[in-house]
């Protein structure tokens, strides 16, 4: 994982944590008065740009991509606090569920690109 331009160890480790962390701390939903529940499809949803994330960063091996996924995880963050704390009540908006799905339809644009360098790298003899 030394080669340059390749992502780094410790901040895809950072995004793929924070996110599914992110993901789990909003499918978390109270439920009545004193009760809460785990809204397992705010949590698939909210999960599936971190898990997009983690395919592009293993098979692209680009260094922009540490600042794809911080502005994934800021977007996500911002997302959370605006919905679950500054709106009126603890509300379980669409939101929720449509912004992760729009970051992982836009994280779907960079696949050709990954494919391309996997196979690329595939292809190039090994070298030692």
Do not use: K
């Not at 978390?28 to 785990?38: I, M």
């Not at 949590?43 to 994330?53: E, I, K, Q, R, S």
């Not at 605006?82 to 970051?103: K, M």
């Amino acid at each position: 994982m030394g080669r340059s331009g390749r992502m780094q160890w410790p901040w895809f480790v950072a995004v793929l944590a924070g996110g599914v962390a992110l993901s789990f701390f909003g499918a978390v939903v109270p439920h009545y008065s004193g009760a809460y529940r785990l809204d397992a499809l705010l949590l698939v949803t909210g999960a599936t740009p971190y898990v997009m994330f983690g395919f592009l960063a293993y098979l692209l091996h680009r260094s922009f991509l540490a600042g794809i996924g911080m502005g994934l995880l800021i977007l996500h963050a911002l997302l959370l606090v605006w919905q679950r704390w500054l709106t009126d009540g603890y509300l379980d908006g669409p939101l929720l569920y449509w912004v992760p799905l729009c970051a992982a339809a836009v994280l779907c644009g960079l696949w050709p690109a990954a494919l391309r360098d996997a196979d690329a790298r595939a292809r190039a003899p090994e070298q030692d």
